[in-house]
């Protein structure tokens, strides 16, 4: 069973950063792409970033292009997401998740809870 568990999350100021952790668990993730979404209230989910696991090919919604790195540590399973620069517009819930698809654009199966940022003006 696969299980992903974000964490990292938090209040920061304007400017800025925070580091999201994701530890995945429950299968080899080599052929997968890894990705985070946000959910801020009131709106849709959103794309934020992904990663191809095992060649470490990375993308990114333009909204955090130069501002978020998506990574990922083979060793430990886990993939992070450290944003810098942050603005209030980045306030959301924010989700990783796991498509075994190696498909970028989804559909991902598998979802974290949630870790909570928020971004003070």
């Known amino acids: 069973q696969v299980q992903l568990v974000e964490s990292g999350g938090g209040l920061v100021q304007a400017g800025g950063s925070l580091r999201l952790s994701c530890a995945a668990s429950g299968r080899t993730f080599s052929s997968y792409v890894m990705g985070w979404f946000r959910q801020a209230p009131g709106k849709e989910r959103e794309f934020v970033a992904a990663i191809r696991w095992s060649a470490g090919i990375t993308y990114y919604a333009n909204s955090v292009k130069g501002r978020f790195t998506i990574s990922r540590d083979n060793a430990k399973n886990t993939m992070y997401l450290q944003m810098t620069r942050l603005k209030p517009q980045d306030t959301a819930v924010y989700y990783c998740?796991?498509?075994?698809?190696?498909?970028?654009?989804?559909?991902?199966?598998?979802w974290g809870q949630g870790t909570q940022v928020t971004v003070s003006s």
């Open positions: 998740a796991a498509n075994p698809r190696a498909v970028v654009g989804g559909p991902y199966d598998y």
